[in-house]
């Protein structure tokens, strides 16, 4: 092929980058892995442009390619399914010990940057979740746990709000194999969510903006019982790839105790929170100083759901290899005296 298809292509692909990347994210739940999957359906695509002949839109035909690759993908895989703390082992009674579990696949999560221009799906009457539903964490862990082509077949219906004809298309199926695993698939969801799908995450209100700048506060100011008055009764707190997990406050409340101990131990100064955002959820980024006190590194993100004026959940990702893909430094000078 020439420079000129190659500019042409470029043009027809480009367009629909980020959303394919949110597809493949929710399909696998993995940043890495769905920038590879992207990155195979485009190359798949440039193979087969001399044969597109566009009976098909170019949107339609990339999501083909690229739902294939990740069933393919899934297919090869271990496990099928990228999990949160809570839903692999039961809650934890004692303080972590030992080393992160790395032969379980965990969820990552998904930076709210990446959203930026991908547009809702034009709403019908087949419509399921909205965008901010759709991406949220509780979501995507919870479409992990149905099979591959469920899981497709949700996402494109339900999500994507393409028709039963349309999916059953692109998936090479017939509609009523494709109704039936909805069916089987709104079944398993409506276990998780009786009340039909995951709590809503509008844009905090003024009320829990405020919430928001005390939970920064009380981090850093290590006050361990303002931390636990944010609190709800049945609030959850998970920190892949610990396995541990807690709920309620005087299990989460332990929990910092003991790690604000550990950390108080070394004489170092306090935590620093940078805001950020994460599956349209509120998020910080947490950065601990080092053993000598000159920087800040980057350690932890916080992705927080909210109800009313208390936290309904924490899972704080252990992983400071996930700062990049936030636009987040590796690390932050000390702050001003």
Do not use: K
């Not at 862990?141 to 149905?146: D, S």
């Not at 692109?170 to 039909?196: C, E, K, W």
């Not at 609190?231 to 409340?253: C, F, H, K, N």
């Not at 790690?259 to 108080?264: G, I, M, N, P, V």
């Amino acid at each position: 092929m020439t420079a000129a298809d190659q500019e042409a292509f470029q043009r027809l692909v480009e367009p629909h980058r980020r959303e394919l990347r949110l597809h493949c994210y929710r399909m696998l739940g993995s940043l890495d892995d769905a920038e590879d999957l992207v990155q195979e359906t485009f190359l798949r695509a440039w193979r087969g442009f001399d044969r597109f002949e566009g009976r098909a839109s170019v949107r339609t035909w990339l999501y083909r390619i690229s739902t294939n690759a990740c069933l393919n993908a899934l297919a090869t895989r271990r496990s099928a399914r990228r999990v949160l703390p809570e839903s692999a082992v039961p809650p934890a009674e004692g303080m972590p010990a030992g080393d992160p579990v790395t032969e379980i696949a965990w969820l990552d999560p998904y930076p709210d940057s990446a959203l930026e221009g991908v547009a809702d799906a034009a709403p019908g009457p087949d419509a399921r979740y909205e965008l901010h539903e759709s991406v949220q964490l509780a979501f995507v862990a919870a479409i992990q746990h149905l099979p591959p082509r469920q899981r497709a077949a949700l996402l494109l219906h339900d999500v994507l709000r393409w028709s039963a004809a349309e999916t059953a298309s692109l998936l090479d199926a017939s509609v009523a194999s494709v109704n039936s695993a909805l069916q089987r698939a709104h079944a398993t969801l409506g276990r998780r969510f009786p009340d039909g799908q995951p709590a809503s995450t509008p844009v905090p209100d003024e009320r829990q903006r405020a919430l928001l700048d005390r939970y920064v506060r009380v981090w850093e100011d290590g006050d361990l019982d303002g931390f636990v008055a944010l609190l709800r009764e049945d609030t959850v707190l998970s920190m892949p790839p610990w396995p541990q997990w807690y709920r309620g406050p005087r299990a989460i409340g332990a929990f910092f105790a003991w790690a604000r101990e550990q950390h108080d131990r070394t004489g170092l100064p306090p935590y620093r929170f940078v805001p950020t955002g994460a599956n349209r959820q509120p998020a910080f980024a947490m950065y601990v100083p080092d053993a000598e006190g000159r920087e800040y590194r980057a350690h932890t993100i916080h992705v927080l759901a909210l109800r009313g004026a208390a936290v309904e959940s924490i899972v704080g990702f252990r992983d400071p290899g996930l700062f990049a893909a936030f636009g987040l430094p590796a690390a932050l000078p000390p702050a001003p005296a």
